[in-house]
Nanobody, 128 residues
Framework: DVQLQASGGGLVQAGGSLRLSCAASGLRFADYSIGWFRQAPGKEREGVSC????????YYKDSVKGRFTISRDNVNNMVYLQMSSLKPEDTAIYYCAAGLATADSFVYYSRLDTYDYWGQGTQVTVSS
């Protein structure tokens, strides 16, 4: 069975940092693009970042560019999201997802139906 396990969330003050981790198992990890999504209360789930399966290209939502960095470790089947300069509006449950599709735009990678598997989410709360 494919499993994605997101971890690393927590409570942090505005301006602080957190590193989220996504551990994958049961799949040929290097074949999959890995995306991070988030869902705030009362809002739709939105794409935050993606590390593609093709050439390791990375993509970001405009509001997190320069603050978040995604990286992947294809040896240990891990993806990380380093989040810095956190803002209260970053508060959400963060999910990682894996998909076989390859594209060259964040518009595509930010679509939920691009992904085949989802993790359970980890809560990030940023206090003002």
């Amino acid at each position: 069975d494919v499993q994605l396990q997101a971890s690393g969330g927590g409570l942090v003050q505005a301006g602080g940092s957190l590193r989220l981790s996504c551990a994958a198992s049961g799949l040929r990890f290097a074949d999959y693009s890995i995306g991070w999504f988030r869902q705030a209360p009362g809002k739709e789930r939105e794409g935050v970042s993606c590390a593609s399966n093709s050439d390791g290209s990375t993509y970001y939502k405009d509001s997190v560019k320069g603050r978040f960095t995604i990286s992947r470790d294809n040896v240990n089947n891990m993806v990380y999201l380093q989040m810095s300069s956190l803002k209260p509006e970053d508060t959400a449950i963060y999910y990682c997802a894996a998909g076989l599709a390859t594209a060259d735009s964040f518009v595509y990678y930010s679509r939920l139906d691009t992904y085949d598997y989802w993790g359970q989410g980890t809560q990030v709360t940023v206090s003002s």
